[in-house]
């Protein structure tokens, strides 16, 4: 299902009228926005959120699942629930439960592998991603191509989790997307992918590479992969 995610408004007071997770959200937005829950760091667990607004559980659960929606937290196990930003993100979020149903890209094009570089996420790229701080990445700068044309048809950057690195020799030397390659190598599974779609200019390098003038818009989708225990690939 596909759903337009917006900003919630920020309001001073509890109104009775609006429902009650949305008046907890609301505080929590209000929270990260004032910098009382700063990026980076991790928010009140359930139980004392649940005391400080005196709701039940479950409406405190629906609160943290509107702010994952809009991108300003995520919830990793063992460590509570991260701020990743200060502001939502306006964007389109398609959540799948399946990889069946990822775009297929046409069996027509290949995928060409032009740089490998490690990485450490910071805190622009871990927004991003959607990780902590101080991950280990192991990143693919990819363009993929018509063969019968030659025509450059778009740009990847991917990010492996530097415990799957050695998949990243086979990425562009076979059909399989990355995540299939994983799934065979380590035996890890899919079990949802987030999908965001948004509209972006292409910067003067890559607009080089793909060959059309720098500053064109684009269609830009960022896909997150998680297994069983919401733990990335």
């Known amino acids: ?34 910098g009382r829950f700063a990026v980076g760091s991790t928010i009140p667990t359930e139980h004392r959120l649940v005391e400080r607004y005196r709701v039940s559980r479950h409406t405190v659960r629906e609160a943290l699942r509107r702010l994952d929606n809009l991108g300003l937290i995520v919830r990793k196990r063992g460590i509570g629930t991260l701020v990743l930003a200060r502001d ?15 775009m297929r ?47 450059v048809i778009g740009w990847s950057d991917i990010y492996i989790l530097s415990e799957y690195a050695e998949v990243a020799s086979q990425v562009g030397r076979s059909s399989a997307q990355v995540f299939e390659l994983i799934e065979q190598r380590f035996g890890q599974r899919v079990n949802n992918v987030q999908v965001q779609i948004t509209a972006g200019v292409v910067n003067l390098a890559r607009a080089i590479t793909l060959g059309v003038p720098a500053g064109s818009t684009s269609l830009q989708v960022l896909r997150r992969y998680r297994n069983a225990l919401a733990q990335f690939f």
Do not use: F
Not at 93 to 102: D, G, I, T, W
């Open 1 to 34: 299902m596909v759903s337009r995610v917006s900003k919630y408004p920020i309001t001073g007071s509890l109104q009775r009228a609006t429902p009650r997770y949305q008046r907890v959200a609301e505080r929590l937005i209000d929270g990260i926005r004032s």
């Open 88 to 102: 939502p993100a306006i964007n389109h979020v398609q959540r799948l439960v399946s990889s069946a149903e990822l």
């Open 105 to 151: 890209y046409p069996t027509s094009s290949r995928l060409e592998v032009l740089k490998v570089a490690p990485v450490l996420t910071r805190a622009r790229l871990a927004q991003r991603l959607g990780c902590e701080l101080g991950v280990h990445w192991v990143q693919l700068s990819t363009i993929r191509r018509l063969i019968s044309r030659g025509i």
